[in-house]
Structure formats: structure tokens, C-alpha cells
């Protein structure tokens, strides 16, 4: 489990630490940066897959992505004692992403290139790319020197033997991550966990439902134990669910939401799946065509929560869109019934929604507000932060 997620310099971020439980529950007003924080945590997937400064590309660039304000904002200055004004900058530029798990930490810092040397022949024409310039795996949940495993430096990683460094790598690009270079499993045993923990992360963010929207449509059926993104699997995660998985948990959480309902999967000859949703009054089901898009997203969200391969972490954004406010209890109990396999991180503006998960004692609920531009966890004071320490 992750226990602390820490952000710098990332647009209205610029020096976050928060706490992590078991369910997470981001709130707070329009504005505050939740969007930014969870924008920030699939740059941090990203590393894994080596495409974090492609995210960055498609985000505009590192360079728009730097928090706009003064590097440091004084209490005098939130005091309204003192105008807002630009402070010198001691150093590079840097966006810092890190978290801290049961077992080990991860940091990444991304920088700038270097001017371009006006006397080289060919210059690159990449002068803009964001670079990797650090990333460290540290032992525990605050890095120090000492519990450093694995430090990269620019094109160099090395690892930790015994009490002395030896170098694993030394032509790492510094537009790649170490995950994408390094990462044997005898001598960096560190770098494979770590590598395929990331990947293993999930993220919903706003499951299709228009009237194309591939889960209303019959679909070529394979086991599906996870449901796909655009949500295209929805009737094979449906029947994987059954076969392989707590089927009377799944018939529950339906009745829950639509009591006396229930789903069918229907299979044709051409091997195609499609669901039929039973309600009811109703002398017939309907097909996912005919559905509504709040009963269509209930119907993904369970298929989702309900997975029979449950990831360390799952992330959902908005889940309570184009849901009927009544829904939100039956979501919050399906959420956190799910919170018993993977740890849940949920950003959410629904009030009701949040008041059904805090009823939860493992409900850890951060609620985001801005100051002076600046997002900040709401009451969150100098002895309320968990321990962290960047890498130099």
C-alpha cells in the first residue's frame, strides 16, 4: 500500500504531501486542483512505461506545466502583510514526483535541458524536451542517504552493494526512465518490483457512455478479467465475473443500486457478448442501446470495482458523473466493498458520495483548497504532514 504521495512544482502544486489510507476521497471546490493531483499521479505511472515525457508533450511541454507562482510563498504573504511578489530562484527549475509504499520509495525529478551549445555543428532539434534528471528507489517510508537502493543521476544508475555504489548503467537517455533500461532481476531486484507494481495501477476516468460508446454494443467475447478502458468489455467482464469470480457479491451490488434487477449476458453464434439489463415491470430487458447513460456507467463501474484480478491501486476520477444523485450511496458501497482488495484513491466533487464513504473507518477523506493560487490540503498543518525528503 501506498502511504504518502508527495508533488512539486506541477501547476498549481507546489509542494504537496499527502497521506494515504486504504480508500482516499479527493474533494474540495472548483478550482482547488484535484484535476492537477490526479493529472500528477498518471505522470507517475507514466515512468513505468517510459512515455512521461510524451505525457508531458501532450500536457504542452514541461516548461507549461511549472507552478506560476513564487517559488516560496511566506506566511506573511497569506497574511495579505506583504504583496505577492517573485522571489529569486536558487537552482534549476524541477517538477518532483515521489510516493511511499510499505516497502519502498520512488522519486523522479524532470528538468530543462541545458542551452543549446551555439558552437555545435548539429544541434538537436529536441531543445525543448523535458529531462530525466534524478530518480531514486530508497528502503522505507522517508528517503535518507542511507536507505538509498537505487540512484540515478543523469545518464548514470547505480545500486546499492552492500556499503559502496556500483554502477548498473551509464548511457541511460535522459529522456528515459531507469524502468525502461535497468532492471535485472538478480542484481536490481528493486527496479523489476517497483517497475511492475506501477504498471499494475488502474485509472478510470470518465467511461464512455454516449450513444457509440462500444459498451452498447455486442462485442467479440474473451475472459476478460479486467475491464478495458473505453469499456468495451463490459458484457466478457460481466460473465468473467461470474465464472471466475463472487458472483452473488456482483448479483448484490445490482440489487443494491436497482432493487429486484437483475443482468443478463446473451452470447451469439458469432461469438459476440452482449448484456440485457432486467428490471422490475419491465416485459422485456433492455439491450445497451436502450440504456440510460447513468445505468450504462453503474453497470461499467461495477464491472470495474467488481474485478476478479483486483490491482494494488485503482484511481477513479469523477466516478459520479451522469449518475442520478441517488445512485451515489449504492456507488459508495460498491466502492467500498471493492476498498477490501485494492487500495482506492477516488477524486470526487459529490458531496453525497463522500458523506456515503466517510462512514467507512477506513475512509481517508483530503480535501483540497486554494491559497494565493496554491493548492493545499485544508487544515493540513506543519505536524499533519507524513515524513518526506527529496533527493538533492
Known amino acids: 500500500?501506498?502511504?504518502?504521495?508527495?508533488?512539486?512544482?506541477?501547476?498549481?502544486?507546489?509542494?504537496?504531501?499527502?497521506?494515504?489510507?486504504?480508500?482516499?476521497?479527493?474533494?474540495?471546490?472548483?478550482?482547488?486542483?484535484?484535476?492537477?493531483?490526479?493529472?500528477?499521479?498518471?505522470?507517475?505511472?507514466?515512468?513505468?512505461?517510459?512515455?512521461?515525457?510524451?505525457?508531458?508533450?501532450?500536457?504542452?511541454?514541461?516548461?507549461?506545466?511549472?507552478?506560476?507562482?513564487?517559488?516560496?510563498?511566506?506566511?506573511?504573504?497569506?497574511?495579505?502583510?506583504?504583496?505577492?511578489?517573485?522571489?529569486?530562484?536558487?537552482?534549476?527549475?524541477?517538477?518532483?514526483?515521489?510516493?511511499?509504499?510499505?516497502?519502498?520509495?520512488?522519486?523522479?525529478?524532470?528538468?530543462?535541458?541545458?542551452?543549446?551549445?551555439?558552437?555545435?555543428?548539429?544541434?538537436?532539434?529536441?531543445?525543448?524536451?523535458?529531462?530525466?534528471?534524478?530518480?531514486?528507489?530508497?528502503?522505507?517510508?522517508?528517503?535518507?542517504?542511507?536507505?538509498?537502493?537505487?540512484?540515478?543521476?543523469?545518464?548514470?544508475?547505480?545500486?546499492?552493494?552492500?556499503?559502496?555504489?556500483?554502477?548498473?548503467?551509464?548511457?541511460?537517455?535522459?529522456?528515459?526512465?531507469?524502468?525502461?533500461?535497468t532492471g535485472d532481476p538478480e542484481r536490481t531486484p528493486e527496479i523489476v518490483q517497483l517497475r511492475e507494481r506501477i504498471r499494475g495501477w488502474r485509472f478510470y476516468d470518465h467511461l464512455r457512455t454516449d450513444s457509440?460508446?462500444?459498451?452498447?454494443?455486442?462485442?467479440?467475447?474473451?475472459?476478460?478479467?479486467?475491464?478495458?478502458?473505453?469499456?468495451?468489455?463490459?458484457a466478457a467482464t460481466w460473465q468473467t465475473i461470474r465464472e471466475i469470480g463472487d458472483k452473488e457479491v456482483l448479483n448484490e451490488v445490482i440489487s443494491d443500486a436497482f432493487p429486484g434487477a437483475h443482468v443478463a449476458i446473451n452470447t451469439a453464434a458469432d461469438n459476440r457478448f452482449s448484456l440485457t439489463f432486467h428490471q422490475d415491470g419491465l416485459l422485456r430487458g433492455l439491450t445497451g442501446t436502450e440504456l440510460s447513460d447513468g445505468t450504462l456507467r453503474y453497470l461499467l463501474w461495477v464491472a470495474a470495482l467488481m474485478t476478479p484480478r483486483p490491482p494494488q491501486l485503482m484511481v477513479l476520477n469523477e466516478p459520479e458523473t451522469s449518475l442520478h444523485p441517488e445512485l451515489l450511496p449504492a456507488l459508495g458501497r460498491l466502492i467500498i466493498k471493492a476498498s477490501e482488495y485494492s487500495q482506492i484513491l477516488i477524486v470526487t466533487h459529490a458531496r453525497r458520495l463522500v458523506n456515503t464513504l466517510a462512514q467507512y473507518s477506513e475512509c481517508n477523506e483530503i480535501e483540497l483548497e486554494k491559497v494565493l493560487g496554491q493548492t493545499e490540503v485544508q487544515g493540513q498543518g506543519m505536524l499533519d504532514k507524513p515524513g518526506w525528503h527529496w533527493p538533492d
Open 1 to 181: 500500500m501506498l502511504h504518502t504521495l508527495a508533488i512539486s512544482n506541477y501547476r498549481s502544486i507546489l509542494d504537496l504531501v499527502v497521506p494515504l489510507g486504504p480508500l482516499n476521497v479527493i474533494t474540495g471546490s472548483n478550482g482547488s486542483g484535484k484535476s492537477n493531483l490526479y493529472r500528477a499521479l498518471r505522470l507517475l505511472a507514466e515512468t513505468s512505461t517510459g512515455g512521461v515525457v510524451s505525457a508531458l508533450a501532450r500536457e504542452g511541454g514541461l516548461k507549461s506545466t511549472f507552478w506560476a507562482g513564487p517559488s516560496t510563498i511566506s506566511d506573511r504573504m497569506k497574511s495579505g502583510k506583504v504583496s505577492i511578489e517573485g522571489t529569486h530562484q536558487k537552482g534549476p527549475r524541477r517538477l518532483r514526483l515521489g510516493f511511499a509504499g510499505d516497502d519502498f520509495g520512488y522519486a523522479i525529478s524532470l528538468g530543462l535541458p541545458k542551452p543549446p551549445d551555439p558552437d555545435d555543428p548539429e544541434p538537436t532539434a529536441f531543445s525543448l524536451d523535458p529531462e530525466i534528471k534524478r530518480e531514486t528507489i530508497w528502503s522505507g517510508l522517508s528517503y535518507r542517504p542511507s536507505h538509498a537502493l537505487i540512484d540515478r543521476a543523469g545518464p548514470i544508475a547505480k545500486t546499492r552493494e552492500s556499503r559502496r555504489w556500483e554502477v548498473i548503467a551509464q548511457h541511460i537517455p535522459n529522456f528515459e526512465s531507469m524502468f525502461t533500461h
Open 212 to 234: 457509440e460508446a462500444p459498451a452498447r454494443q455486442p462485442q467479440l467475447g474473451t475472459r476478460s478479467p479486467v475491464l478495458d478502458h473505453d469499456g468495451h468489455t463490459l
